[in-house]
């Protein structure tokens, strides 16, 4: 299958999870999660809002916050259009709907803080394999905001999160993908071998 066709059946399936499902196994995400020390060491973790069927976060970010951890949700950009910027998320933050109708901060307040001086960024994904490919939801930006990751040096761990369900044998990936550090489902947390940190 291509990218489009398996994007269609892993979308489908995602969304056919029940609110109830989605809530528990969310809730066993954020233990798959807790149970790393590198991500219980993590003082500014980005993190995502379901959306179209995505595995629930809510109790991971309250998880996060119960820790005293700096919790920041993706933005799209309005300046670097198809880039994200990250924005610091609490009961406070002022949340608006964007072009997609998923809620975010609203740009014009709250603390920014670049990728880069993030200690983890947890990201959706439609489907993962062993290797720690991802296919997203097709608009790239997450790829185009974490380009720097190619470069070696300092930089986020990056977390793929989804249900188990989600998991292929292998999956195509192009040059701008982004490989991930682990991947984190409901059952388990996977580090990928050829990306330790």
Not at 3 to 27: C, D, F, T
Not at 93 to 103: A, E, F, K
Not at 118 to 132: K, Y
Request: hydrophobic fraction near 35%.
């Amino acid at each position: 299958m291509d990218k489009a066709s398996l994007r269609r059946e892993m979308r489908r399936r995602r969304r056919a999870v029940s609110r109830s499902e989605s809530r528990q196994a969310g809730i066993r995400l954020a233990s798959s999660l807790h149970s790393n020390p590198a991500f219980c060491r993590s003082p500014r973790v980005a993190v995502y809002l379901r959306n179209d069927g995505e595995i629930d976060t809510s109790h991971l970010i309250q998880r996060l916050r119960q820790r005293g951890v700096e919790v920041f949700l993706p933005v799209l950009h309005p300046l670097k259009k198809g880039h994200l910027a990250f924005i610091r998320y609490d009961n406070n933050t002022p949340m608006r709907r964007n072009c997609y109708g998923i809620s975010e901060p609203d740009f014009r307040y709250g603390q920014k803080v670049p990728a880069r001086f993030l200690s983890t960024i947890c990201l959706p994904l439609v489907a993962f394999d062993e290797s720690g490919n991802r296919i997203g939801m097709g608009g790239g930006y997450y790829d185009r905001t974490l380009a720097f990751c190619r470069r070696p040096g300092v930089r986020p761990r990056l977390i793929g999160c989804a249900y188990e369900f989600q998991k292929l044998p292998a999956l195509p990936a192009d040059g701008w993908d982004i490989p991930l550090s682990a991947i984190a489902t409901n059952v388990r947390l996977r580090t990928v071998r050829n990306n330790p940190d």
